[in-house]
């Protein structure tokens, strides 16, 4: 059974920073495929930022690209999601998900395993 374990979130105002983590486990990773997603309040959950466990390329919406940026830790088994120049349409719960398989990073139907989500704030 995967687990994955968000923290990191809070509030913080527009052009300030966080770093959201998500750890995993319950299994070895190496052909999963690992994102972030968000939700805001009325608003569907998106696709924010994805990579492959075991290396490779890193994918990011065109909301977030120069941004965020996604990166990882193997030997912890956590993924990172360090967030820049925030702004308040940022505000959402930020979610990790997991699947075994590394193609269709960005689409939200094909993962799962979610992590219970954190909150992110952003006042402007």
């Known amino acids: 059974q995967v687990q994955l374990v968000e923290s990191g979130g809070g509030l913080v105002q527009a052009g300030g920073s966080l770093r959201l983590s998500c750890t995993a486990s319950g299994r070895t990773f190496s052909r999963y495929t690992i994102a972030w997603f968000r939700q805001a309040p009325g608003k569907e959950r998106e696709f924010v930022a994805g990579?492959?466990?075991?290396?490779?390329?890193?994918y990011s919406a065109d909301s977030v690209k120069g941004r965020f940026t996604i990166s990882r830790d193997n030997a912890k088994n956590t993924v990172y999601l360090q967030m820049n120049s925030l702004k308040p349409e940022d505000t959402a719960v930020y979610s990790c998900?997991?699947?075994?398989?590394?193609?269709?990073?960005?689409?939200?139907?094909?993962?799962?395993?979610w992590g219970q989500g954190t909150q992110v704030t952003v006042s402007s």
């Open positions: 990579t492959i466990w075991s290396g490779g390329n890193a």
């Open positions: 998900a997991a699947k075994p398989e590394i193609i269709r990073v960005g689409v939200l139907s094909t993962y799962a395993y």
